[in-house]
């Protein structure tokens, strides 16, 4: 195990890197991961969403955990603002949207399951 500082990380300067994942339009999402596992997965990320951007339909095999760090999104139909904060049960489905843009922080155990 390394020294703490080997663990932080300085999100007010990191770059923020364009979500890219195969076969999902995620134009206007933005990833810094946080985290990664031994599979080389970040389970622990935060993302931004310019206005208007969009995530589609999804399941989380294993839930999720959402915290609003700023702005608003919805979930489906349910608007979630800074502060607000949302657990996903397994098994659970939604989309995610944003029309002014947001940052979240996501805690996601496994990966999603586009729908």
């Known amino acids: 195990m390394g020294k ?3 663990y932080i ?5 990191t770059e923020w890197r364009p979500l ?17 596992n031994e599979t ?14 969009s995530y589609p339909y999804h399941n989380h ?14 979930i489906n139909e349910a608007k979630l603002e800074k502060g607000d904060y949302l657990y996903t049960p397994p098994d659970a ?3 995610v949207r944003s029309e ?4 979240l922080l996501f805690l996601v155990p496994a990966e999603v399951e586009i729908l």
């Open 4 to 6: 703490i500082e080997d």
């Open 20 to 36: 890219v994942e195969k076969n999902v339009n995620t134009d206007g999402i933005y990833v810094i991961p946080l985290r990664y």
């Open 61 to 74: 095999p294993s839930g999720e955990e959402l915290f609003v760090i700023e702005g608003s999104c919805f």
């Open 100 to 103: 002014t843009g947001c940052i």
């Open 93 to 95: 489905k939604h989309a």
């Open 40 to 53: 080389g997965r970040a389970p622990s990320i935060m993302l931004k969403f310019d206005a208007g951007a």
């Open 9 to 13: 990380v300085k999100t007010n300067t």
